[in-house]
């Protein structure tokens, strides 16, 4: 049974009609072809479906849509239009965190995260703020780098 579900996803309001126990990470991949949020363990684990839902970080694999009745969404092609993603788009280049790049929608979206909360985060900070996210590529160190450089250099971005 579909039921109407008013939402707005990267800033667009719209009413679907979908399966309230249809999966948000489901719906952004199959029905709005947004690709950049990824599936890895789907259980919630592994943090690569990684979104914002009302202001939060989530896993959108967990997330029902029967639960996001007036929600906001904001996915990673939303954010990649900011300023701030362009500041930590140049650091995880410079700091070769991009690697299979798989993860790196959510590493982001995590980054993003701290940094609204704490703009110039030690890498101990960074490493927790992480630790949601699984990179298969085993490369924190270079990701922790490319996140505290944002830091550095980007602080104005995120006060």
């Given at each position: 049974?579909?039921?109407?579900?008013?939402?707005?996803?990267n800033?667009?309001?719209?009413?679907?009609?979908?399966?309230?126990l249809?999966r948000?990470i489901?719906?952004?991949r199959e029905e709005?072809?947004?690709?950049?949020?990824?599936?890895g363990?789907g259980?919630?684990?592994?943090g690569?479906?990684?979104?914002f839902?009302?202001?939060?970080?989530?896993?959108?694999?967990?997330?029902?849509?029967?639960?996001?009745?007036k929600a906001?969404?904001?996915?990673?092609e939303?954010?990649?239009?900011?300023?701030?993603?362009?500041?930590l788009e140049?650091?995880?280049?410079e700091?070769?965190a991009v690697?299979c790049?798989?993860?790196t929608?959510?590493m982001?979206?995590?980054a993003?995260?701290?940094?609204?909360?704490c703009?110039k985060?030690?890498?101990e900070?960074?490493?927790?703020a992480?630790?949601?996210n699984?990179?298969r590529?085993?490369?924190?160190n270079?990701?922790?780098e490319?996140i505290?450089?944002?830091?550095?250099?980007?602080e104005f971005?995120?006060?």
């Open positions: 049974m579909k039921l109407p579900i008013q939402i707005s996803i800033q667009q309001q719209m009413t679907l009609h979908v399966d309230p249809k948000l489901d719906v952004l709005l072809a947004l690709m950049g949020t990824k599936e363990c259980e919630g684990e592994c690569a479906c990684s979104v839902v009302d202001g939060k970080l989530v896993n959108a694999c967990l997330m029902l849509m029967g639960n996001l009745d906001e969404v904001l996915t990673i939303w954010y990649k239009h900011t300023e701030r993603y362009k500041i140049t650091a995880f280049v700091a070769g690697q790049g798989f993860c929608p959510a982001i979206m995590a993003e995260t701290l940094l609204k909360i703009a985060p030690t890498k900070q960074i490493r927790d992480i630790s949601g699984i990179c590529c085993t490369g924190y270079m990701i922790v490319a505290y450089q944002a830091g550095q250099k980007g971005a995120w006060k």
